[in-house]
């Protein structure tokens, strides 16, 4: 078998040669098979390549909306996805287009609500890892203190008198 030398694209053609015959045509048939089959799993391939990252994005949206927990006083047409300050700026330009009609006092207080629900839910998201830490800050305050070690003068309170 003997491969053509040319540059290799993706419409490189391979050449077929079998010593002391001539081509037959099974195997033309099946070369031409064979490449149909490439072309149409390319256009797959670059098909995916578009899609699959818009895709990809809204079941990340999906399933970060499905694991949030409901807080009272929400709303319920809010945008799922994750809150932070990227994401919400762009909710905040949709917000802010749909209230064109709107005065503009009006517009920048929905858009300060808007800002403090976005920081508020931060808050919230955050609390877990900030009670852990308080947790442990309390536990090594308890061990020093069972300790009954030497505290250096430089650490003691005065006593006012």
């Known amino acids: ?5 040319g540059p290799s694209t993706r419409d ?9 015959s001539e081509p037959q045509p099974e195997l033309e048939d099946d070369l031409e098979k064979l490449e149909s089959d490439l072309h ?17 994005k809204a079941t990340l949206v999906t399933v970060l909306s499905s694991q949030r927990p409901i807080l009272p006083g929400t709303e319920l047409d809010s945008d799922p ?8 700026s762009d909710s905040r330009q949709v917000e802010s287009i749909r209230d064109g009609s ?22 919230i998201a ?10 442990e800050c ?12 030497i505290i250096h003068p430089a650490f003691k309170r005065r006593k006012d008198s």
């Open 81 to 88: 996805g994750p809150s932070d300050e990227r994401c919400n």
């Open 1 to 5: 078998m003997a491969l053509s030398n």
């Open 40 to 56: 149409k799993m390319a256009q797959k391939i670059l098909e995916y390549r578009t899609t699959l990252p818009d895709q990809l």
């Open 138 to 149: 309390i536990s090594r305050m308890e061990k020093l203190d069972s300790c009954n070690g």
């Open 102 to 123: 709107k005065a503009d006092g009006e517009q920048k207080n929905s858009e300060k609500i808007i800002l403090l629900k976005d920081k508020i839910s931060a808050n």
């Open 12 to 20: 490189a053609h391979v050449d077929i040669r079998i010593s002391g």
């Open 126 to 135: 955050a609390m877990p890892l900030v009670l852990k830490r308080l947790r």
